[in-house]
């Protein structure tokens, strides 16, 4: 009953302080790559203020189905990107997941996985939940590696759904299980 | 297909906007059979009162005039016969259009049991394929369908979508767990099965 739900190896899960996030947004999402890797939609740059009413309406409106969480460093407790769950189905113990890592520096050291298995035990210890879905783009190989150490298994592909520098893209879904999560413990 | 050719109009159905005298009543029906419902998808089956179908259509007709991210019509019979009223029969829509991939997801609903197979929803995905393929110009479209819904399986199939994805266990319904899975059907082969369906000179010469 006393682990620290909320704390990893290398990082920590903080509350969403939207005038803080939004200014990390409002940067981070000057960053075209980023956009590309988080998002399915167009790149496009947006401003502090827009970020943190956008932030504000979206948490205001999906209060009993979202989870999200500022990521802090442990070392230094700097914030460097963000994850929550995103639409959890409380009849049906099933939620999306999306984790975004807005300071480059810290890309592929393992700061990502690490904030992943914080919050599906938050996900399976707290919520109760029966699994948990993701999508990742065919092209963030090193996303589609980290979620694999994690647990998710691939359930499928939506062939040719991204359109980015005229090539087309799968949207790769993964899920992981409650049994497949408790037996990797 | 040409240009002439009704999008909006097939042999025994049409694709209409609300009727907001008739059809909440209607809707309202439906929305108390939880088999209709749960055909549809993982929501929490819930009946509606007229007042709030009413509602809902209000916010669907301020969802596609604003954002464009959804199309949406009413499923009516032609009720071209004497004896035959036009009547409501269902809705077909696609949501989460995402315009840069040229992506959408699909759903059908026909919601009286008594028009289950009847073949309303072939000609109705028939109508809306041609809709997202040949009038938004989509690229690819998406239908999420529980595994225990196997005729709406069976119609997609039928239409030339694949499985794609089968998000393990993730209904739970009567004690038990369910697939959800996920359909694809591309543009390219909707435009092959066009191309083998026309058959007859006339055709090809319009096209």
């Given at each position: 009953?006393?682990?620290?739900?909320?704390?990893?190896?290398?990082?920590?899960?903080?509350?969403?302080?939207?005038?803080?996030?939004?200014?990390?947004?409002?940067?981070?999402?000057?960053?075209?790559?980023?956009?590309?890797?988080?998002?399915?939609?167009?790149?496009?740059?947006?401003?502090?203020?827009?970020?943190?009413?956008?932030?504000?309406?979206?948490?205001?409106?999906?209060?009993?189905?979202?989870?999200?969480?500022?990521?802090?460093?442990?070392?230094?407790?700097?914030?460097?990107?963000?994850?929550?769950?995103?639409?959890?189905?409380?009849?049906?113990?099933?939620?999306?997941?999306?984790?975004?890592?807005?300071?480059?520096?810290?890309?592929?050291?393992?700061?990502?996985?690490?904030?992943?298995?914080?919050?599906?035990?938050?996900?399976?210890?707290?919520?109760?939940?029966?699994?948990?879905?993701?999508?990742?783009?065919?092209?963030?190989?090193?996303?589609?590696?980290?979620?694999?150490?994690?647990?998710?298994?691939?359930?499928?592909?939506?062939?040719?759904?991204?359109?980015?520098?005229?090539?087309?893209?799968?949207?790769?879904?993964?899920?992981?299980?409650?049994?497949?999560?408790?037996?990797?413990? | 297909?040409?240009?002439?050719?009704?999008?909006?109009?097939?042999?025994?159905?049409?694709?209409t906007p609300f009727d907001y005298e008739k059809d909440p009543q209607i809707e309202s029906r439906?929305?108390?059979?939880?088999?209709?419902?749960?055909?549809?998808?993982?929501?929490?089956?819930?009946?509606?009162?007229p007042?709030?179908v009413k509602?809902?259509y209000?916010?669907?007709?301020?969802?596609?005039?604003?954002?464009?991210?959804?199309?949406?019509?009413a499923?009516r019979?032609?009720g071209?016969?004497?004896?035959?009223e036009e009547r409501l029969i269902?809705?077909?829509?696609?949501?989460?259009?995402?315009?840069?991939?040229?992506?959408?997801?699909?759903?059908?609903?026909?919601?009286?049991?008594?028009?289950?197979?009847?073949?309303?929803?072939?000609?109705?995905?028939?109508?809306?394929?041609?809709?997202?393929?040949?009038?938004?110009?989509?690229?690819?479209?998406?239908?999420?369908?529980?595994?225990?819904?196997?005729?709406?399986?069976?119609?997609?199939?039928?239409?030339?979508?694949?499985?794609?994805?089968?998000?393990?266990?993730?209904?739970?319904?009567?004690?038990?767990?369910?697939?959800?899975?996920?359909?694809?059907?591309?543009?390219?082969?909707?435009?092959?099965?066009?191309?083998?369906?026309?058959?007859?000179?006339?055709?090809?010469?319009?096209?």
């Open positions: 009953m006393d682990t620290p739900l909320f704390q990893g190896e290398l990082v920590r899960l903080t509350a969403v302080e939207p005038q803080k996030l939004a200014e990390s947004f409002s940067r981070w999402s000057r960053d075209s790559e980023y956009w590309r890797l988080l998002d399915s939609g167009p790149a496009f740059v947006y401003s502090p203020q827009r970020s943190k009413e956008w932030l504000e309406k979206m948490l205001q409106e999906n209060e009993h189905n979202l989870f999200m969480f500022m990521i802090r460093t442990l070392e230094d407790d700097r914030l460097i990107g963000e994850v929550g769950l995103d639409g959890v189905q409380w009849n049906h113990g099933d939620t999306f997941i999306g984790i975004g890592l807005g300071e480059r520096e810290f890309w592929g050291k393992g700061y990502g996985t690490d904030a992943m298995r914080v919050i599906l035990r938050y996900a399976f210890n707290e919520l109760n939940l029966h699994r948990v879905s993701l999508n990742v783009f065919e092209y963030n190989r090193r996303a589609l590696r980290s979620y694999e150490k994690t647990g998710f298994k691939v359930e499928g592909r939506a062939r040719k759904f991204l359109s980015r520098e005229g090539n087309r893209w799968d949207l790769i879904f993964m899920g992981i299980l409650r049994e497949e999560w408790e037996k990797a413990q | 297909m040409s240009l002439k050719e009704p999008l909006f109009e097939d042999q025994r159905i049409r694709f439906w929305s108390h059979n939880p088999a209709y419902l749960r055909m549809l998808g993982a929501d929490i089956a819930r009946p509606l009162t007042d709030q509602k809902n209000e916010e669907i007709e301020k969802e596609v005039d604003e954002k464009r991210t959804l199309f949406y019509f499923i019979t032609h071209k016969k004497a004896d035959e269902g809705f077909a829509r696609l949501y989460w259009i995402e315009w840069s991939n040229g992506t959408a997801n699909i759903q059908l609903g026909i919601g009286d049991p008594g028009d289950w197979r009847q073949g309303y929803g072939g000609e109705a995905l028939r109508m809306l394929l041609r809709f997202a393929f040949d009038e938004l110009n989509l690229f690819r479209l998406m239908a999420v369908i529980p595994e225990y819904n196997q005729s709406a399986i069976h119609l997609f199939a039928r239409a030339g979508f694949s499985e794609e994805v089968r998000r393990r266990q993730a209904l739970h319904r009567d004690g038990r767990r369910w697939d959800m899975l996920h359909l694809g059907i591309l543009r390219q082969e909707w435009q092959a099965q066009q191309k083998s369906l026309r058959t007859s000179p006339a055709e090809t010469q319009v096209a």
